[in-house]
């Protein structure tokens, strides 16, 4: 008989080695699977030195998903947390990916986030803010749907830069291109600005003087690349179309004040006088209602959504009567808010870092340039309601006491 030698494998059958072959097989499986499930955790735990080793050395693929069709990049932005997305987008992350049960990208769960910023980011990275979930809201609508309006307007507001550098290039048959090259970052961060409220605009523009050095070409782009967006089919954005037509159309209103101011005089606070001058208090000023109501009437997509609930909301309001044009559109292209934590900037409409009128407590602005210029109606009232406040202030006191 012969002897097996130690070094020898014992013979084994067919059925034997399928069965080893099997198990060799579930068992990297289910290391498989605690890798992925342990790479999901690190991110849960926002453990970013983790997750950035696990992609580094390949204990990870970046793009994986979980049960639910979630990628590593859609949990980090559920969670709203910018450095992991970071990290994740660095490794080289599809910020369009993974096929959620339910149809959500990671865009999607960053506005549900409320982060604006993550937002920005992933915007940046390319991704698509019109794909819609199973109940056929986009990223956007989600957020307002939550009542992340911040979001909403980041969204809505971004305009790729390429879209802008496409008119500093002659196309076809131009020997010079329809926009200076020198205006493209300048207007890009004109039409990337969130607020675009008129008289932010023209503040805006103010100090950008090669804005106001070329107008002319300014207003035309503005109006080719709503243009543009309204034919993009089922990609259109018609709140990034909107925008453009209203920042096209303010341009317009302040290049008449350009070419008519007297000489000497600064027609960009000419331009905001003529729109800020209110009789009353708190009233809302006749000349930006008029302006405004002028951008929605001039938008030439009368078929769309976002015109006919304009209208819709606009015609229940006389020119002047509270709200006025500007809540109105605000809340078309960027939600309706059901409350706001501060009062908006009585100059610029900037709802964030408002601070009251040191004397009045009366009127909010966004920074001291906002409340200079804002100063020659203000001053009208502002005696008034310091005394109403300081009257206000020891009747607080009074019964303060009396308790």
Not at 115 to 132: D, E, F, H, R, S
Not at 137 to 153: D, I, L, S
Not at 245 to 254: N, V, Y
Request: proline share 3%.
């Amino acid at each position: 008989m012969r002897i097996m030698a130690e070094t020898e494998s014992p013979p084994v059958s067919k059925s034997e080695t399928t069965e080893v072959k099997s198990q060799e097989v579930e068992g990297s499986e289910e290391t498989k699977t605690d890798d992925k499930n342990d790479f999901f955790t690190k991110i849960t735990n926002n453990d970013i030195t983790g997750v950035s080793n696990d992609l580094t050395v390949g204990l990870a693929e970046v793009d994986m998903q979980d049960e639910h069709g979630m990628t590593a990049l859609m949990h980090a932005a559920y969670r709203g947390n910018e450095k992991m997305c970071d990290i994740l987008l660095d490794h080289g992350a599809d910020v369009n990916g993974g096929s959620h049960n339910n149809g959500y990208t990671a865009l999607h769960f960053a506005g549900l986030s409320g982060n604006a910023g993550l937002c920005q980011i992933l915007l940046q990275k390319g991704a698509n803010p019109m794909v819609k979930n199973s109940v056929g809201r986009t990223p956007a609508q989600m957020a307002a749907f939550v009542g992340n309006h911040n979001c909403v307007a980041t969204i809505n507001s971004f305009v790729d830069r390429k879209d802008v550098e496409y008119f500093a290039v002659p196309q076809g048959m131009e020997t010079t291109p329809k926009l200076d090259p020198m205006c493209v970052s300048s207007l890009h961060n004109l039409i990337m600005q969130v607020n675009f409220h008129p008289v932010r605009v023209s503040l805006t523009v103010r100090k950008n003087a090669i804005l106001i050095t070329h107008l002319e070409s300014v207003i035309k782009v503005l109006e080719q690349m709503a243009e543009r967006e309204m034919k993009k089919g089922i990609e259109t954005n018609e709140i990034a179309a909107f925008k453009m037509h209203c920042l096209a159309q303010t341009l317009k209103f302040l290049q008449l004040e350009v070419t008519t101011a007297a000489e000497g005089k600064d027609p960009v606070d000419s331009f905001i006088h003529k729109l800020l001058r209110c009789d009353s208090a708190g009233g809302i000023p006749e000349g930006l209602d008029r302006e405004l109501r002028e951008c929605v009437k001039s938008f030439p997509f009368i078929k769309t959504a976002v015109m006919q609930q304009l209208v819709a909301n606009l015609a229940q309001l006389q020119i002047g009567e509270d709200p006025g044009a500007w809540s109105v559109i605000k809340s078309v292209v960027n939600g309706h808010k059901g409350f706001q934590d501060n009062d908006p900037c009585a100059t610029c409409g900037e709802e964030s870092n408002t601070k009251k009128c040191a004397r009045c407590h009366y009127d909010g602005y966004c920074d001291q340039e906002c409340q200079l210029v804002h100063w020659f109606v203000h001053k009208k009232y502002c005696k008034q309601k310091a005394a109403e406040h300081a009257k206000l202030q020891a009747s607080q006191r009074e019964s303060t006491k009396s308790k």
